[in-house]
């Protein structure tokens, strides 16, 4: 079988960590697996590498940039093979450049465009294990590009896919997927699957263990993914296409900080407004969540939207110079709430999730000020100070033990 | 004029000195130059990769090796063309992928076989600074090698010879060659010019400035090559084909303790046992340096030779499996030697430099052992312990404000 497997920087922080992994890379290996390992730098690498670039400049170039980050991965894969061969097993680290792994000219946060699977397929052929430098590819100026945050990830399930392997493993230093954040509810449960469209909801409205990108990737090329701890012998969490019949409705409750919310208040009620403040927006690049319009005073109406609280200050300056066309009384914003959300592929299907979620927040005396829903999600929105205690009690209503589901 | 300058490790060691060098180069930048700049890893960087193999194998891949040491200069360079570019100049940093440095496939100590022009040639036509990863190289493998000890001054004089440079500037922490160690010698005198071939003799003879690969790589495409102090505003010391005819007779005393002496008594007066004893030498690769053959008791004779002490245990094992060959009553080693040399371009031509030198060294009751003579160089060999007092004796002789020349 083909895995492709990756490991985090956590996990190969240290000389102590390099070796557990290269024992269980050689374990694997030793199943009479083809192996293709994506590594990223080791633990705090990045970061010691962009605290030197902040003493040279605070306006780095991003070009220079990607060619200084991505030797932290380089560094990563050559320890690496050395550990698997001093076990007495073949490998042989890459780069980006040797494996013809091409991306998009944009430096800092490139995508991956192409991989050339030739200098792969021989190494495999020697029975070599195949160390990776994730993160990084080469662009059509034949420079060194990375690929943004969560960027090894993506390097895996983009090899994976290349290479039409059976399985693309993303070790990390959590055990899998959980129902909501362990450290914030402690019965949450780990699950044994996820689709990938829950774990997009999942990844894109707070849990941290994949980035969106590689989740993407995967469902667009049908990866099957599984995210497991590279610490404990644990089965971790399989993400795919569809979950099976007899799992929970219900996959995870997540809440978000990063969420403010803009009121636009007295606005006049004429045709095209909704529209040019949208418009404008849109044109900036903000994405807009949640969206409430309602009737205002005499011949007016109030838009309240939420957004990311990052992109708070672009939006109002957009706002602000939209004044010739935006006709309204105030602009006020609240950067104290969060986004609260229920995932899973059964709520749609099942009309009693949405009464649970919200009386288990009216129980706990915990306002909602905005409501939105798609096929896999309810998202809320509440006071930020709630947001723990808010995801604790829909967690107990609709997915612990003694859920009313 | 186009320039190629090399900076050393030390020289980039922090971002200080990445600062003041960055500085450095602009101002040869805007003296209207082309300039091509070549840099070793930072500092310790080297050692500190070095550590971490060391914690995981005893017994790395020197392919592994090459892969996680590049990384060091590919840093620098990132970090040199953010200093420029933060002076308000434009730079671009380049690894040996990316100019297209080609070695030979050896790992760890790979020859220079082409470079690519093509690349830096657009960035100059840009007026672009380019900022070149020195040390390495790609074999046919498509694999990173590295050059070995100096190898960034090989680096730099490869390139100034492939661009048809006009100038190669190898910046490093001594501000020249010096006519002796200043360490040993306080009235060491700086040269203004070296000949390529003093220069050779001057770094096999253990002046650690200059790697001789770089020098015979500047001999035979006759670049001119300046050491300079990275930090000192200075002229430092030219290397070139002649010397100016005025010039001093004798350009430096060296000394090298790296050197240890076998004695192989009684050896059976019959034909072809020195060839027998060198050509085995020879097959592994052992040099030899000076040799003296003497009658020894009836019917037998001695030989006694030089080599460099690191090179010692391999001798001894070959000469130790020649028993079937090589005849002889017994073999001694003596590690406790120096060989104390006199570079000149004007030695051959002026016979009192030999008596001179000798009758110093008898002055300060200092024992000869061996002497051996080049066209260029007088070497003798004399007892570890006398060998800074030789450097000092010789020097104020030959060079000295009350030189006997």
Known sequence: MLIVQKYGGSSVANTERIKIVAQRIVDTYNLNNSLVVILSAQGDTTNELLAKIAEITSTPSKRETDMLLATGEQQSVALMSMAIQSLGYPAVSLNAQ????????????????????????????????????????????????????????????????????????????????????????????????????????????GANVLHNRSVELAKKNNIKLVVRSSFVLDKGTVVKEKRKMESVYVSGVVSDSNVATISIIGIKDTPGMAYNIFSALALKKISIDIILQSVGRAGTKDIVFTLAESDLADALEVLGTQDDIITCEEITVNKDVAKLSVIGAGIEANPEVAPIMFGALFHANINISMIATSEIKLSVIIDQKDAKHGVQVVHDALIGENNQL
């Open 98 to 205: 040797q494996v013809g792994i091409s991306s998009s000219v944009t430096y800092s946060n490139a995508r991956i465009e192409k991989i050339e699977n030739a200098r792969i397929l021989k190494e495999l052929a020697a029975k070599n294990i195949v160390i990776i430098a994730g993160f990084q590819g080469i662009n059509s100026h034949g420079d060194i590009t990375t690929l943004g945050r969560g960027g090894s990830d993506t390097s895996a399930v983009a090899l994976a896919a290349s290479l039409n392997a059976n399985l693309c493993e993303i070790y990390t230093d959590v055990d899998g997927i959980y129902t909501a954040d362990p450290r914030i509810v402690a019965d949450a449960q780990k699950l044994t699957e996820i689709s990938y469209d829950e774990m997009l909801e999942m990844a894109s409205l």
